[in-house]
């Protein structure tokens, strides 16, 4: 079974600051992939960063970076010089080695930039 | 743009009348996934179709159907809808080809469920 922890119901950061989303993992699967998610109040997910269990460096994708530590089943989101539109609801998720690879979500992180 | 559609946005039903929710998608995915969200909780996988192979997940309620006529549409039937179905339904797709895992489920907006 695979499980994800998200322990930061909420977070705030001030505007143009960086900010970590922690989460951290259990499988039993060699193999697995791990995502972050973005939810805005309007309700549509949208994908921001992957991270593959083999790959040897961490993920980059613009002003996203995930800070991947193998060895703690850890995968933290980095957010740099965040901005006001950066607010929303932050899912990790999991993709094991199921027939129709299906995700395990965390319960998620509320990020409110402040002005 | 290629993307995955739901319909309708906003869908507000009366206790116990059956209620269908529509995703279609341009992107000629195989996998096709159905999610309950309730508020301020993850998602909750509720059943995906593998090509046109059906999952169920064990704890899904025998309330909710789905059919899959085609590559692009999946729909999501409730067939006696309580107050406790009360949530936001999404659609996911997914291209599976050999052991390529590192393809995101690409999400719809939703389709926010009130039940009077």
């Known amino acids: 079974a695979q499980k994800i922890t998200q322990t930061q119901p909420g977070m705030f950061v001030q505007e143009k600051e960086a900010v970590t989303l922690d989460c951290t993992y259990d499988t039993s699967d060699p193999s697995y992939g791990l995502f972050w998610y973005k939810q805005p109040s309007s309700g549509e997910m949208i994908f921001l960063i992957y991270q593959g269990s083999y790959d040897q460096q961490n993920a980059t994708e613009g002003r996203y970076s995930l800070n991947f530590q193998k060895a703690r089943k850890s995968a933290n989101l980095v957010i740099s010089a965040s901005q006001l539109g950066d607010s929303a609801m932050y899912f990790c998720?999991?993709?094991?080695?199921?027939?129709?690879?299906?995700?395990?979500f965390g319960s998620g992180t509320q990020l409110t930039v402040l002005p | 743009d290629a993307m995955v559609i739901q319909n309708p946005r906003y869908q507000v039903t009366q206790f116990g009348k059956p209620v269908t929710l529509s995703c279609s998608q341009t992107l000629n995915h195989n996998v096709m996934y159905w999610y309950q969200q309730k508020s301020s909780q993850a998602p909750k996988l509720l059943f995906h179709?593998?090509?046109?192979?059906?999952?169920n997940e064990a704890d899904t309620p025998d309330n909710f159907q789905s059919r899959r006529p085609n590559t692009s549409f999946c729909f999501l039937d409730i067939r006696s809808p309580g107050l406790g179905d009360a949530a936001m339904y999404l659609c996911a797709t997914s291209s599976h080809i050999g052991t390529d895992s590192n393809q995101p489920q690409h999400f719809g907006d939703g389709t926010r469920l009130s039940i009077l």
């Open positions: 179709y593998y090509d046109k192979d059906f999952n």
């Open positions: 998720a999991m993709r094991g080695q199921g027939s129709a690879r299906q995700l395990t």
